[in-house]
């Protein structure tokens, strides 16, 4: 049974930080690369990081650059995938989701990803 499930949110005030982490198991997730977004109420899910399958590489959305670090762990049945977030502002309140690549690179883009997490809140309070 395919499973990513969030973990790490929660509430912080402005200036803080917190690490999520996303667990992926149930497929062999080492070769795929991995991607967080990010949802606030009323609005579309954005893109926030994502990593490759080595962890050699990783883009950020300019909104959080220089502030969030992606990396990840590959174990033989679970990959583990961090987000560190320093410096948190009250827009980066959200539900963040944990995704799987259906390729070795992340991507911006929400199709290009397979497998969703339920989401982990994040709440940035001023």
């Known amino acids: 049974q395919v499973q990513l499930v969030e973990s790490g949110g929660g509430l912080v005030q402005a200036g803080g930080s917190l690490r999520l982490s996303c667990a992926a198991s149930?497929?062999?997730?080492?070769?795929?690369?991995m991607g967080w977004f990010r949802q606030a109420p009323g609005k579309e899910r954005e893109f926030v990081a994502c990593?490759?399958?080595?962890?050699?590489?990783?883009?950020?959305a300019d909104s959080v650059k220089g502030r969030f670090t992606i990396s990840r762990e590959n174990a033989k049945s679970t990959v583990t995938v961090y987000l560190q977030m320093n410096s948190l502002k009250p827009e980066d309140t959200a539900v963040y989701y944990c995704?799987?690549?259906?390729?070795?690179?992340?991507?911006?883009?929400?199709?290009?990803?397979?497998?969703w997490g339920q989401g982990t809140q994040v709440t940035v309070s001023s």
């Open positions: 149930g497929l062999s997730f080492s070769s795929n690369g």
């Open positions: 995704a799987s690549s259906r390729g070795s690179f992340g991507s911006r883009v929400n199709d290009e990803y397979a497998y």
């Open positions: 990593i490759n399958w080595n962890g050699r590489i990783a883009y950020y």
